[in-house]
């Protein structure tokens, strides 16, 4: 069955850096377009950033942009997030998720699509 597993969460303060991971199985990696997701406590979930199925399109959430990075590694089946500057309100479970390409790149609207498998989470909290 299809798994998707993060790791790398933990605590950092504020100004720190972390490097999320989610490696695949159970799917061909190379066939799906890759997300992060955040959800805080009592808060909606929201998209991070997004990478298509080669690596070559991004797209990031306004508040990461330039502090966040997400990249990918087709032959190791993993999807990153290097996360530096990190805020305090930025603490929340990450996710991470994927979607089978579809030809199509939908820029702002990859958080709004429906994914089609998600990992369990893992836990982020930056002390300020």
């Known amino acids: 069955q299809v798994q998707l597993v993060e790791s790398g969460g933990g605590l950092a303060q504020a100004g720190g850096s972390l490097r999320l991971s989610c490696a695949a199985s159970?799917?061909?990696?190379?066939?799906?377009?890759m997300a992060w997701f955040r959800q805080a406590p009592g808060k909606e979930r929201e998209g991070v950033a997004a990478?298509?199925?080669?690596?070559?399109?991004?797209y990031y959430k306004d508040s990461v942009k330039g502090r966040f990075t997400i990249s990918r590694d087709n032959a190791k089946n993993t999807v990153y997030l290097q996360m530096n500057s990190l805020k305090p309100e930025e603490t929340a479970v990450y996710y991470c998720?994927?979607?089978?390409?579809?030809?199509?790149?939908?820029?702002?609207?990859?958080?709004?699509?429906?994914?089609?498998?998600w990992g369990q989470g893992t836990q982020v909290t930056v002390s300020s």
């Open positions: 998720a994927a979607r089978r390409r579809a030809g199509t790149w939908y820029g702002p609207a990859q958080f709004s699509i429906r994914y089609d498998y």
């Open positions: 159970g799917l061909t990696f190379s066939m799906y377009d």
């Open positions: 990478i298509n199925w080669s690596g070559t399109l991004t």
